[in-house]
């Protein structure tokens, strides 16, 4: 599987992580499919976390009016402009998933009331205020966690 940002999505993760500072924040992965397993990340929310860091299930109605008003911009065709997974922060530690993190990621995609069967995780760090190290993690039903990285064309300035 292949998983690319747009320089605009990169320029927008930069930014707010900058902003951020100390402070954890994260938010829903919204892409473009290009291939069957081939994906572009052309956007992203921004939630305010309640300062925890294991807070970034969001309620479903924010996660729903988010998915809304994205859908209603690329003009509902789902197939090709979905949902990809959850983002955030990790300011003072590595970027490696926490057990939490992966117990979270896992109901998402495991929780059979819900149409999400394939989710990943991406989880940033900006280093001295310049770059930006990531850890990616595919989530899928019924599968163990797989670490990826954002294809290397990408640049995250
Ligand atoms: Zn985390």
Redesign the pocket.
């Known amino acids: 599987m292949r998983i690319e940002l747009t320089a605009n999505a990169g320029k927008r993760f930069h930014a707010s992580l900058r902003q951020a500072g100390d402070r954890?924040i994260?938010g829903m992965l919204l892409a473009e499919q290009l291939k069957s397993d081939h994906f572009r990340i052309v956007d992203f929310s921004l939630d305010s976390f309640s300062g925890s860091?294991?807070g970034?299930q969001r309620d479903p109605e924010t996660h729903q009016k988010t998915l809304d008003e994205f859908f209603r911009r690329t003009g509902q065709d789902f197939q090709r402009f979905n949902y990809l997974g959850e983002w955030?922060?990790?300011p003072s530690f590595s970027v490696q998933?926490?057990t939490?993190?992966i117990n979270t990621m896992t109901e998402i995609v495991e929780n059979q009331s819900s149409l999400i069967t394939f989710a990943v995780?991406l989880?940033v760090r900006l280093r001295f205020r310049i770059w930006i190290e990531h850890s990616l993690t595919v989530f899928a039903r019924d599968q163990a966690p797989q670490p990826r990285r954002i294809s290397r064309r990408v640049v995250w300035i």
């Open positions: 954890e994260g860091h294991t970034f955030h922060s990790h998933p926490s939490q993190d995780l989880i």
